[in-house]
């Protein structure tokens, strides 16, 4: 049986997201997934708020960050990734399809001079299949492209870190309209999430609590098999293409890709400052 980290969430109500702390009990060495930058669009002002409750669970439980983890460039919340970097020391990880992704935006907000090249914001850039370490437990990155073409999942022990790929069965799969995001390629990366084993714990990045529920953020592998109401199992690649097509064209941008797109395709680091000591971001009009 598969090693089984210890694994803490934190969820952003804000941004319906979820932050993790992933650890090994034995070493207290621990990887932090998915961090939330707080910002509030109407005063564009940052602050701590959340990823300070992940540096006390750490601080807490006398963890040492080993990795900072991004499963995708997100669209709907900013990344406090580089926070904690200088926080705690640690690399941060993400696909190395992000480059892809890093030059489509770029291009969108004429920022082509604020990116470093060859992905070179982030720490590390994993390919395919690449194996990790966080303490005794091993981690693989696998490529789970649909949502984003660099989107991917942590298979770390017996859990995975699935990002957008994958919500809670009750409310299905990720939108695949953003730009490179692809519906095909979404149904083939969960076929290949749904092959591991039932018991696997699966962990998303967001809920939305559909029908008023209890906000969740854990599920298993043999749940999302059997109960997924977009992807569920005998669902064919045809009948999957064609619902996500026609649901993401009735979907609204999230209230946050202009800001977050622009700062997480920087590894969570805002724009540089002008000469006036601020820094600024752009709103592209009639681009989106």
């Known amino acids: 049986m598969p090693p089984r980290p210890q694994v803490t969430a934190f969820f952003d109500q804000v941004t319906s997201s979820v932050s993790y702390i992933v650890a090994d009990p034995d070493t207290r060495q621990c990887a932090i997934i998915d961090s939330v930058l707080d910002y509030d669009p109407a005063g564009g002002r940052t602050a701590t708020r959340s990823v300070d409750k992940i540096l006390a669970a750490v601080a807490a439980e006398n963890l040492t960050v080993a990795w900072i983890l991004e499963t995708h460039v997100h669209a709907d919340h900013l990344s406090a990734a580089q926070i904690l970097r200088q926080a705690t020391g640690a690399k941060i990880g993400i696909g190395a399809h992000v480059i892809s992704v890093q030059q489509r935006f770029a291009e969108l907000f004429n920022m082509q001079g604020a990116v470093k090249p060859a992905g070179g914001d982030f720490g590390h850039l994993f390919a395919e299949g690449e194996i990790f370490t ?155």
């Open 134 to 288: 966080i303490g005794n437990l091993r981690g693989e990155a696998w490529h789970t492209p649909g949502h984003t073409p660099a989107c991917l999942t942590y298979v770390i022990g017996d859990a995975a870190f699935v990002g957008d790929t994958l919500f809670m069965p009750d409310y299905g799969t990720a939108r695949c309209d953003f730009p490179g995001g692809d519906a095909t390629s979404l149904y083939r990366s969960i076929q290949r999430l749904l092959s591991l084993p039932d018991t696997t714990r699966v962990y998303v990045c967001h809920d939305y609590a559909p029908g008023g529920r209890a906000i969740a953020w854990e599920t298993t592998v043999k749940a999302q098999r059997e109960g997924n109401v977009h992807i569920k199992a005998g669902t064919s690649e045809a009948d999957f293409v064609a619902m996500r097509t026609a649901r993401d064209r009735t979907l609204a941008l999230p209230a946050l890709i202009l800001p977050s797109v622009q700062v997480n395709i920087r590894a969570g680091a805002v724009p540089p400052a002008d000469a006036n000591g601020v820094s600024y971001l752009r709103i592209p009009i009639d681009r989106f």
